[in-house]
Each structure stands twice: as structure tokens, then as C-alpha cells.
């Protein structure tokens, strides 16, 4: 969902740096996978192609964190939704 992100801190040296990927469209996500040594994050369209790829050694990560975009929280059955009013 847009607004997703995907933050990874690798280590540099004696530093460390910060990535970010970002889905940056309506209907895009961002993916997150590891194996063999190497963790990748991809943001993907609706139909599974990938727009960019980060890919990272996974002994150099040190931290990977998910940021959700806000999601819409659904009214419950028993509160009445606010009318629109238009003022004249």
C-alpha cells in the first residue's frame, strides 16, 4: 500500500548508513526477502513486478524495520456515520 516503507541500518566500517524503500505509488507494496546471504527489499506493482530492488549482504544489516502506512480504522455497526452537511 502506498505509504508503505521498509528502513534497513547496515553497517559501514566503523559507521553505519540507513536505507529506505518506499512504496511509493497507489497500489504498490514493498517486500522484504533473505536467503543465501543476502537480504533484498522490493517494491512490487498490483501484478508482481518489481519497480526497484535494494539488496543488502545479510551479515552487514544490522536492523531491518517495517513501517505500515496508516491504515483506515472501519466504523463500528452500532455508531451512525456523520452526515454531510452543505452549508448554502
Sequence with gaps: MKGDRVEVVVEAGDDTRTYEVQATRAGRRV???HGRGV???TEVTR???AVR???FMAARVVA???HPA???VPLD???PAT???RSA
Aim: proline share 8%; charged share 35%.
Design 83 to 85: 452526515p454531510l452537511v
Design 47 to 49: 501484478g508482481g513486478t
Design 53 to 55: 530492488t535494494a539488496r
Design 31 to 33: 517486500e522484504v526477502a
Design 64 to 66: 531491518l524495520v517495517e
Design 39 to 41: 537480504v533484498e527489499v
Design 77 to 79: 455497526d452500532d455508531e
Design 70 to 72: 496508516p491504515r483506515a
